[in-house]
């Protein structure tokens, strides 16, 4: 690619994984800022798509410019829950029904999945804090939910879904109230279906009672943070909640849980958006005008099973190739055989950005 002779419209773009591919915690991993600086030198347009949460864009945005030494704007952001967005006014049509968030804020609370789940437009929101408030017998002694802001619960409170933002401070009471809610009648709190455990009925009566539907964030088993082996991640607690749904449903009782982060087809759905309309605002594009969509998007990450997976199955409904590039300095050693082979696997962010560029087609 010499850049001399080309049109500064890219036709190819980045997805870029944060943890394990730009910062370890909060360190940064070599090259992560010349890579960056290289991006904005060059126009090339790019996301940062990461399964991490628990924070606004706008927020995350900004502490990533200040960690990075490069402007992200909140419209390159995508994060594990993002695409909850899609659950306000799509078929699901949430936006006045009542949900449960689940997750933490920066500070530990429950308030701060309640303040990004309002940030999407969802209207209709209580958390965990409101539900120990209404009744403490719930749990005792909720040590983690004690913060201050309370939303008092109606009457005959009907959730109609549960957005689990990211991982809970303290599983137990949360993994309670799912568990009751999703044996519940009509997702009332306080109240058991009859129709539970009836095998004369699809899913042996289980689910059959007008439940709230679970939708996950992400599900990454672990993720890597300054210590030195991987941490629990969003997908330990789902594998808690399965594990406790099987325990009381018994075997044959499915658990439809719905994921909304990598790898699945409507995060990576979400990120080519975001990454096309991020690439029409470098360009400075007024509404209405036309631009080919990108004939190519890297996604670069350390997980074989979200970053490469995702991107490998993703079939772009504009006809965008995505293509895989595996890095070393996260969850794969570099040595051990994966299970979904990437397009390509290199030491770091520097190497697969050669990659691309000699990829690209341009
Ligand atoms: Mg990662």
């Known amino acids: 690619m010499a850049s001399s002779t080309l049109s500064p419209i890219r036709s190819f773009g980045f997805a870029l994984d944060i943890d394990g591919t730009l910062l370890r915690g909060s360190t940064l991993l070599p090259n992560t800022i010349s890579t960056l600086q290289q991006f904005q030198r060059d126009n090339i347009p790019f996301v940062l798509f990461t399964n991490s949460g628990g924070d606004l864009e706008a927020s995350k945005a900004k502490k990533l410019s200040e960690l990075l030494g490069t402007h992200i704007s909140p419209k390159q952001v995508v994060l594990g829950h993002s695409p909850f967005a899609a659950l306000v006014d799509g078929r699901e049509d949430l936006r006045h029904k009542p949900i449960l968030v689940v997750g933490s804020g920066l500070n530990g609370d429950s308030e701060g999945p309640r303040r990004i789940a309002q940030s999407y ?97 992400s599900t990454d088993l672990s993720w890597n943070s300054e210590y030195p082996v991987p941490r629990l991640g969003l997908g330990s607690f789902r594998a808690a909640l399965e594990g406790t749904w099987k325990a009381f449903a018994g075997p044959n009782a499915k658990l439809n849980v719905v994921e909304l982060g990598k790898p699945s087809h409507i995060a990576f759905a979400f990120a080519e958006t975001a990454l096309e309309m991020w690439r029409r605002e470098m360009l400075m594009l007024e509404k209405g005008q036309e631009l080919l969509p990108l004939k190519k998007v890297f996604m670069v990450g350390d997980s ?40 390509a696997a290199v030491e770091g962010i520097k190497a697969a950005v050669e990659y691309a560029i000699k990829n690209c087609g341009e």
Not at 163 to 175: E, G, I, M, Y
Not at 310 to 338: C, E, H, M, R, Y
């Open 304 to 343: 074989p099973a979200t970053d490469i997976r995702g991107a490998n199955d993703f079939v772009s409904p504009q006809g965008t190739i995505w293509d895989s590039i595996l890095v070393k300095t996260g969850l794969w050693d570099g040595k051990s055989k994966v299970q979904y082979a990437p397009s």
């Open 121 to 217: 437009g969802f209207e209709n929101v209580y958390t965990l804090t409101d539900i120990l408030a209404a009744c403490p017998a719930i749990w005792p002694n909720p040590h983690s939910y004690t913060d201050a802001n309370v939303r008092q619960l109606p009457n005959n409170l009907q959730f109609r879904a549960i957005l689990v933002f990211n991982n809970p401070l303290d599983w137990a009471p949360v993994l309670q109230i799912i568990i009751e809610l999703l044996l519940s009648r009509d997702g009332q709190l306080g109240t058991e279906s009859s129709k539970n455990g009836n095998t004369e009925l699809p899913n042996d009566g289980f689910l059959q009672d007008n439940q709230p539907q679970v939708y996950f964030s």
